[in-house]
C-alpha cells in the first residue's frame, strides 16, 4: 500500500524557516519523481517544487524559486522540502505526492503558518 506521510509543518514568525518531510512507502521510491504541493485558504492547490527519482533535477514555482529547496535521500525514502524566508502568504497545508504506475498518491498534508 502507498503512503505518503508529511511532517515537520508548524508556526513561524515571517522571516523564519521550516524544513518539511515526506517519508514513502509502499512503492520503490527510487524509480518516482516526488513533487511538493500546497493549498492555501480560499486558493487552489498549486506546486511548489519537484524532483526527480535521482534527486539530479528539480523545479520550482517561480515564488519560491529563490527560498524554497527540493532534496531527497533515498536511503531513508524520505523527500525533504527546506523552507527559508517564511512570508505569511506562504501560510498553506504543504501536501506531497508521487505517481506510481499511473496512479497520483497524495499524503495527509502538514499545515504550515506563518505569522507573527
Known amino acids: 500500500q502507498v503512503q505518503l506521510v508529511e511532517s515537520g509543518g508548524g508556526l513561524v514568525q515571517p522571516g523564519g524557516s521550516l ?3 515526506c517519508v514513502a512507502s ?13 493549498r492555501a485558504p ?5 506546486l511548489v517544487a519537484a524532483i526527480t527519482n535521482t534527486g539530479g ?15 531527497r535521500d ?9 523552507m527559508n524566508t517564511l512570508k505569511p502568504e506562504d501560510t498553506a497545508v504543504y501536501y506531497c505526492n508521487a ?18
Open 19 to 21: 524544513r518539511l518531510s
Open 26 to 38: 509502499g512503492f520503490t521510491f527510487s524509480r518516482s519523481a516526488i513533487s511538493w504541493f500546497r
Open 42 to 46: 480560499g486558493k487552489e492547490r498549486e
Open 57 to 71: 533535477s528539480a523545479n520550482y514555482a517561480d515564488s519560491m524559486k529563490c527560498r524554497f529547496t527540493i532534496s
Open 74 to 82: 533515498n536511503a531513508k525514502n524520505t523527500v525533504y522540502l527546506q
Open 99 to 116: 505517481k506510481v504506475y499511473g496512479l497520483v498518491y497524495w499524503g495527509q498534508g502538514t499545515q504550515v503558518t506563518v505569522s507573527s
